[in-house]
């Protein structure tokens, strides 16, 4: 008797592009490795639209103005329990909606790579056996994660699976793999520019490439101000993505259309070649281009991190000494021209990014859930 392919839904959420760009990487591993059905669910915005659209709004906006008051809520919540009043309430946004999803595709698995937890409670409601896992894409620890009822979790780092365990979730049930990204940033051949050359111009000899990441919507802090003074360096050639931000790259055309080393990119899918193409990153520190940028091996600086988890990350790798912060234009600069003129810090910095590189995240993943649902068939046969 033929086994039918595994079933997995993939729950997300799309405040900012990292949530779902992990939940796309982990399902593309799953079709290739264990040629698996599966569903992403957009749980917030297929239950609550309304609600959704507002919370987005809400939170880009204090972002941008009262960042604050953000990392504030953030940090005070950051230890809070599951099964709080405040954990019962986050946790319960979604539920009509999962319970109608889970009825009709009858998963075998389904995974998070966004903390709104509404199906530990439902599953006892609905008396499933159905595993859940968890997928955190932060190099930081909220408490919305921990749950526990959840089965497996897969965190960035040996410190996060610390962590988990001494805030109660047994070790056994969490996985130190990286945080799941594009196996393009792994496999040379896969989501390379067709002419990469018309893109992204050979180099010249003695010429540091620096790219600028904004983020998915193009809300890096500062940049016009950071690409007036590095535009200046000499033998110094810039790659700015602005993400949906098209604004900005106007902005940036206007300025340095003359400039022979300054190029501008809308949203772009081929970030991975970018990176290949560069020698030091400028980025936001969420935790999706984080990891792109240890997989490509980049020294990374952050510019005025946003209070709460980007804070919370970029604190981590500078910890590590896989990153710098800086919270002024001029002490972003001088980071700048300290890695390009001493190539010993460049060279510590890089070895330290190596300690943190993980080998193809998604693919672990995968791997360790096909594995789950191996055991949990043959279980289901041997009683």
Not at 151 to 161: F, G, I, K, P, S
Not at 233 to 253: F, T, Y
Not at 304 to 326: M, T
Request: proline share 6%.
């Amino acid at each position: 008797m033929e086994v039918s392919a595994p079933k997995i839904l993939i729950l997300y959420a799309s405040y900012g592009e990292g949530h779902v760009q992990a939940a796309r990487a982990i399902m593309d591993s799953l079709r290739r490795l264990g040629h698996c059905e599966v569903q992403l669910l957009d749980l917030m915005a297929e239950s609550h639209p309304w609600l959704n659209g507002l919370t987005k709004f809400v939170y880009m906006q204090s972002f941008k103005t009262i960042p604050q008051l953000y990392g504030w809520v953030y940090n005070i919540t950051r230890g809070m329990q599951a099964k709080s009043a405040f954990g019962h309430v986050l946790h319960s946004f979604g539920m009509r909606q999962l319970a109608l999803t889970l009825k009709k595709e009858l998963p075998d698995l389904v995974i998070h790579t966004f903390p709104q937890l509404a199906l530990p409670a439902l599953r006892r409601k609905m008396g499933m056996n159905l595993p859940i896992v968890n997928v955190v894409t932060d190099f930081d620890l909220h408490g919305r994660w921990l749950h526990p009822d959840i089965d497996r979790y897969y965190v960035a780092t040996e410190d996060l699976q610390q962590e988990a365990v001494q805030r109660g979730i047994p070790i056994e049930r969490i996985a130190a793999t990286g945080i799941p990204i594009h196996a393009s940033f792994y496999n040379l051949s896969v989501n390379e520019v067709p002419d990469q050359q018309q893109v992204i111009p050979p180099l010249q000899t003695e010429t540091t490439t620096l790219l600028i990441m904004a983020g998915a919507y193009g809300v890096l802090s500062g940049i016009l101000d950071i690409c007036r003074h590095l535009s200046r360096l000499p033998q110094l050639r810039l790659l700015i993505v602005c993400g949906r931000n098209q604004q900005l790259k106007a902005e940036l055309d206007a300025l340095y259309a003359d400039h022979p080393d300054i190029y501008t990119y809308g949203f772009v899918d081929y970030v991975p070649a970018l990176m290949r193409a560069s020698n030091l990153v400028i980025t936001k520190p969420g935790g999706i281009t984080l990891s792109e940028s240890i997989a490509s091996g980049l020294p990374i600086l952050v510019f005025k991190p946003v209070p709460g988890q980007e804070l919370n990350n970029a604190l981590y790798l500078q910890q590590k000494g896989a990153a710098s912060i800086a919270r002024t234009t001029e002490e972003l600069i001088q980071h700048c021209l300290d890695l390009i003129s001493t190539p010993s810090l460049a060279k510590e910095m890089k070895q330290a990014i190596e300690l943190l590189r993980k080998p193809h995240p998604a693919d672990q993943i995968a791997e360790d859930i096909l594995l789950q649902l191996v055991d949990k068939r043959t279980s289901v046969r041997t009683n």
